[in-house]
């Protein structure tokens, strides 16, 4: 049967979820991809993961997005000689480059580069902005603070700055090996954590090199500043409100999500909303009231992809969470102002033909009687990104010569993708070929209408100039 939802479910693998077993129901349930977190696990666990979402992926005839997420550099305090402390309010606290465990006094910080970054009246969050820091003074080697808001404080909790761009790149010596062995294994998107600024995506993709598409995760305010560079450079985007909430405002953040998807949008990018979406089924069997709304109005915006964390991660609901997260999309997009509301908002300027293209597909499907649905002819799948930005009424099946392309689309808004070795052998074939495909999906009959959108001539790639309409024989 064809899936019935045009959003997403991205689902995050951990000690919860790893077996075979708990996999196939999380497809079963709704998920279309799968997120494997380089922060947890070995590379002997995630190769593990690997083969059984890629053997579950031909069983169920799905093609199943793999997410290999990068740690990123981690800022972290040191170590205290009784395992924590408690700051108290107004009290100095110093922040040093001093290996030696840490007292009521002083800490160890072994990030140089913050030492050169900070400067006076710049603020320091710890543990998740539990702690507020004020800098007072600095040296090579040394931050004098003042806290703002006290707190407890123990071994290596994490260290936000605010609007402060840091001399380091997105991705560690750790993140290098991890990138080589996801590369190695095949995975089809690279989640590039604490990007800052667009250089931080072109170092990753001369790294990637064409191998994997890239998510940058925007968790950080200066990635914000120059938020249609970072999109424009990236394949896709995620809201990564865990950390966005810890630097900016945590009132900010829903006003950034809905700024960033609209950006993603324009750009024909995937964008994915992630963090805390059902965050109380890590416990519960239910969710509040407010997450459920929190996943709809995600939806309602229009993004591609929700995302699940520790939800699926560690949590003892993992497959009631998915259906759960299944079912909240399912009556948001039954509603029938749910396209119309979106649309009615939207500018519809083209600057590529491509982008014409689509948007007169889209168009043509609302006056045409009878569309079964659009299908993309793609090669690296930049013609099925176009259709999905304008988020028609109608299936989307993409149809693809190479595998892999086919496996990114797990991600993609409304997209059913296929891989057939026929697909670019003869134009002449492209009615006989989107029909079959179409009536074996299940989602036309003879007499209905087929749009089709492709690139001519075939083959070449990052290019769409061919509107096509067919009648089912």
């Known amino acids: 049967m064809p899936s019935n939802t045009n959003t997403k479910i991205l689902a995050t693998i951990g000690p919860a979820t790893a077996s075979s077993q708990i996999l196939s129901k999380l497809i079963d349930a709704g998920a279309d991809a799968f997120r494997f977190n380089f922060s947890h696990g ?129 991705l560690t010596p750790k993140d290098k090996e991890d990138l080589q062995f996801a590369l190695d294994l095949g995975v089809d998107w690279i989640s590039l954590s604490f990007v800052q600024k667009a250089q931080d995506v072109k170092d990753a993709k001369k790294l990637i090199n064409g191998k994997a598409l890239i998510i940058s995760k925007l968790e950080k305010p200066s990635a914000i500043a120059e938020l249609d560079e970072i999109i424009s450079l990236s394949d896709a985007i995620m809201v990564a409100r865990g950390d966005l909430g810890v630097e900016c405002p945590i009132q900010e953040v829903p006003v950034l999500q809905k700024k960033i998807i609209s950006a993603c949008r324009r750009h024909a990018k995937p964008v994915i909303v992630a ?45 009631e969470t998915v259906e759960m997260m299944h079912h909240i999309i399912e009556q948001v997009e039954r509603d029938t102002h749910f396209i119309q509301n979106t649309v009615n908002n939207e500018s519809h300027l083209c600057e590529l033909e491509s982008l014409g293209i689509t948007y007169a597909a ?7 009687p009878h569309v079964a649905a659009i299908v993309t002819f793609t090669n690296s799948g930049f013609t099925t990104f176009s ?18 392309v086919a496996d990114r689309m797990g991600i993609v808004w409304g997209v059913r993708a296929v891989s057939d070795p026929e697909v670019f052998k003869n134009f002449d074939r ?18 209905d209408y087929i749009i089709i959108t492709a690139g001519y001539p075939f083959g070449q790639t990052l290019m769409t100039n061919l509107l096509h309409t067919v009648k089912i024989k």
């Open 387 to 404: 259709m999905a930005k304008e988020r028609p009424n109608l299936p989307i099946i993409a149809l693809t010569l190479h595998k892999e």
């Open 430 to 447: 492209i009615e006989a070929i989107a029909s079959n495909h179409v009536k074996k999906l299940g989602y036309g009959k003879k007499g």
């Open 42 to 170: 070995t590379h002997d666990e995630h190769k593990a993961r690997f083969d059984v979402v890629r053997e579950l992926s031909k069983q169920k005839n799905r093609h199943i997005s793999i997410v290999a997420d990068m740690q990123g550099p981690k800022l972290r305090v040191g170590t205290f000689e009784k395992g924590r402390i408690t700051l108290k309010k107004g009290q100095t606290f110093i922040l040093d480059l001093d290996s030696k465990a840490g007292d009521e006094t002083r800490v160890n910080l072994p990030h140089p580069e913050i030492f050169s970054a900070v400067k006076a009246q710049d603020k320091l969050l710890l543990n998740d902005g539990k702690i507020v820091l004020q800098v007072q003074s600095k040296d090579k080697t040394h931050i004098t603070t003042k806290v703002l808001v006290a707190g407890e404080l123990s071994d290596h909790k994490g260290v936000n700055l605010p609007n402060i761009t840091l001399p380091i790149s997105a």
């Open 362 to 368: 889209k168009e043509l499907s609302e006056v045409l």
């Open 275 to 319: 963090t805390q979406m059902l965050e109380s089924m890590i416990n519960a069997p239910t969710p509040t009231r407010a997450e459920v709304s929190d996943v709809a109005t995600a939806v309602y915006d229009m993004a591609d992809t929700v995302m699940l964390s520790a939800e699926t991660a560690v949590g003892s609901y993992p497959v």
